[in-house]
């Protein structure tokens, strides 16, 4: 498996003398293709600064963020959109769905803003819900859908533009038990079938037995990894 990602000495601190808080503490780690890491810890913890990190879009304090082996901590700001296109999908609990569009259109938005062929733009889209069992649901707006459903459009739109990473902040924080469970079933699919280096932060138990490797974080720092 090749590595896609790593951060190395990543800190990031907030805030100076009394009021210095360290968010995270010297963290180094990697991720492969194929690969579904799982990051855990209590709130707090400094789980989703780590993740921004990870995704460019916070600037580390210090230390190097490198995507494809290329360190990309230190570009200036207004080059990093560009890497988050090209590298990275996300995904949040909150779905981020706009509801006044269909779970196709909330697809394709994403397809235009990555620049893809507009003449090919609907049957990505479609291809797309389909790895996500949800092309039945094309036409559906998101009250229409469930919270499970919601997020599988959700991680169809992460995976437009077919982006090597996919970033997931507590995916099943808003989703029932059964839901929760088939979401985390899907990213390990994501993972093995379509290659992608799968990132997610969660306080779910469930997710400890489908990641491939578990990072524990406290107070900033790695305190296990299995």
Known sequence: MDQILSVNNVSKIYGKGDNRVVAVDSVSLSVKRHELL????????GKTTLLSMMGCMLHPTGGEVAVDRQTVSKL?????PDIRKKFF??????????????????VELVLRLKNHDRKTI????LKLLD????????DFY???????????????RALAGDPPVILADEPTANLDSKTGLEVLRLLRRLSEEFGKAIVIVSHDPKAETLAHRV???EDGKIKNEN
């Not at 999908?89 to 909330?106: E, Y």
């Not at 609907?122 to 889209?125: F, G, H, L, V």
Request: net charge positive; hydrophobic share 45%; glycine share 10%.
């Open 38 to 45: 799982l990051i855990m810890g209590p709130s707090g913890s």
């Open 76 to 80: 200036r700001e207004d080059v990093l």
């Open 89 to 106: 999908g996300f995904v949040f609990q909150s779905f981020n769905l706009f509801p006044s569009l269909k779970a196709i259109d909330n």
């Open 122 to 125: 609907r049957s990505e889209a």
């Open 131 to 138: 790895k996500v069992g949800l092309a039945h649901r094309a």
């Open 142 to 156: 998101p009250a229409d859908m469930s919270g499970g459903q919601k997020q599988r459009v959700a991680f169809a």
């Open 215 to 217: 990072v524990f974080l």
